[in-house]
């Protein structure tokens, strides 16, 4: 998201989430405290949604109180009945109304954890946006991306719909955090990671620490560490671990690409992933010269121009969003 825009109720909400998940799980320093405070004093919209997600927290809490509760009684009803004899008809008949409570109070939770902790977060072409989840893990979004959040007693899910995104871990969680993109799952082991989904492959790059990645889901993990790259097909099949430079890789995070020798084809489909713009190519040729250099990502005309003026050649606008590349 560009800081010009304004934050949704949406994106409002999952910060108030995630501020009360940090607060509550005791890692909240001082300087944290000061930070939310800045931000619950922002608007009259931040405090109504902390008060809510607070609202909300205790009600979920009394609840588990009240389903933990009743599994106890229904189990330890099972237990003895186990043990004493009864008439038939009777044991069968609150046998069954056991496991339907413990059916209700399993659903009950289920339910209200499902709906403090599944999110969908998604960006339009040229936006990014950065979310804070609710366990102090950060996802940012590259433009033109989605993912589906899954937090669960049992582990931190995150399926990446389409697009890119990078993945900030918080540590001190015993729960695994698993990334999904395709056929294939990644697990982080270290600390960040950044995953894109196309069509026809996924790639995992390492910006710090250690993750394993499968291909598919069934298949043995690759550990690939800090300043590596890999990519998956649909069918599995994994490439070789391949170095990056770090800085380059991520550049977009600060709405820059950095090329090195790219052809310019993939210059400008790499460029066009941020803009609802025609760019026409008259000499095929043209496409295969290579393009070193640092380009805006929200700003294409000055990119393009930048591009032409590095390879001398000819760059006509030809509309309010299109434009015609020729030999000079």
Known sequence: MHPTDSPSAREIQATAAAWLARRSNGEHSAEDQRAFLVWLNASEEHRKSFAKAEALWEQMRGLDDIADQQLAEARAFLANNRQRPAPVPARRRYAMAALALISAAAVWQADWLSYLNDQTYQTAVGQSQSIDLADGSRLELNTNSAAKVHFSRHGREVRLVYGQAVFTVAHGDHRPF????????????????????????????????????????????????RGQQLSYKPSGEVTSVQAIDINSFSAWREHKLVFQGRPLKAVLEELGRYHHASITVTAPKILYTKVSGIFPTDNLPQALQTIATALQIKLTQTGPKSWQIDRR
């Open 178 to 225: 698993e990334v999904y993109a395709g056929q294939g799952k990644v697990r982080d082991i270290g600390t960040q990671f950044d995953v894109r989904y196309n069509d026809d492959w996924v790639s995992v790059a390492v910006l710090d620490g250690e993750v394993e990645v499968s291909g598919k889901l069934d298949s043995a993990p690759t550990p690939l560490h």
